[in-house]
């Protein structure tokens, strides 16, 4: 049981550049996550998924993608890559349909030259 | 104003210290709530929810108070190995809100 795995774990982009970043979790949960952390700021929500072709925009949605076409899987793509994207990027994942104990990945250090 | 605020920090306390962080937050309609630990350079990790009866766990006391928007982290007997960040979380609907943490450090 790996429990929420991201890959890659360091990324390093130029400006305009798009990616994507891989998130999976074998616990069956339907609720899944991305946040991204800047020092000072707390993290932030992204997007989430409540399950399976459902996907929701949080706090700061813009400049990024996501999909989630298995119950496993909600991968993150950055459409065109810019400095204020560099950050710390966690997906994370939860029983039921959110608002329950989440479960982090290690994290991606993303950085935008 | 942020949506959830905590104490700036940082606390460094000794070993064996009590010591209390407080979290406040702005949407009144916001419906669970968290304590998260996070250690440097590592993903959060849960320490406990926290129920508006108030709930304990060992060492650790949570309070939420919904008419003032108020949450609380209380560490009785410090260790070594609570030095941390302490983020407060707070739900509605689904969108999770994170402070900006409160770091602690424990010193022999």
């Known amino acids: 049981n790996a429990g929420v795995t991201q890959t890659p774990k360091f990324q390093v982009l130029k400006t305009g550049q798009s990616m994507t970043l891989q998130c999976a979790q074998d616990?069956?949960?339907?609720?899944m996550s991305w946040y991204r952390q800047d020092p000072g700021m707390g993290l932030r929500l992204i997007h989430y998924?409540?399950?399976?072709?459902?996907?929701d925009q949080g706090e700061v949605p813009n400049g990024y993608n996501v999909s989630r076409s298995t119950t496993e899987d909600f991968p993150l793509r950055l459409l065109s890559a810019a400095p204020s994207q560099t950050s710390v990027y966690f997906c994370?994942?939860?029983?039921?349909?959110?608002?329950?104990?989440?479960?982090f990945g290690p994290g991606t250090r993303l950085t935008v030259t | 104003r942020k949506e959830v605020e905590q104490d700036p920090g940082p606390f460094n306390v000794p070993e064996g210290a009590t010591v209390a962080f407080n979290c406040t937050y702005s949407?009144?309609?916001?419906?669970?709530f968290f304590w998260y630990r996070q250690d440097c350079r590592k993903e959060p990790k849960l320490l406990m929810s926290?129920?508006?009866s108030g709930n304990e766990d060992g060492r650790f006391t949570a309070q939420l108070n919904r008419a003032s928007q108020y949450i609380s982290l209380l560490i009785r007997d410090s260790k070594l190995s609570d030095s941390a960040t302490y983020l407060c979380?707070?739900?509605?609907?689904?969108?999770?809100?994170f402070g900006a943490g409160t770091r602690l450090t424990v010193k022999p």
């Open positions: 994370a994942s939860s029983y039921g349909q959110g608002g329950r104990e989440q479960y």
């Open positions: 616990m069956n949960h339907e609720y």
């Open positions: 998924s409540v399950g399976a072709g459902i996907t």
């Open positions: 949407n009144s309609a916001s419906q669970s």
């Open positions: 926290v129920y508006s």
């Open positions: 979380v707070v739900n509605m609907n689904n969108d999770m809100r």
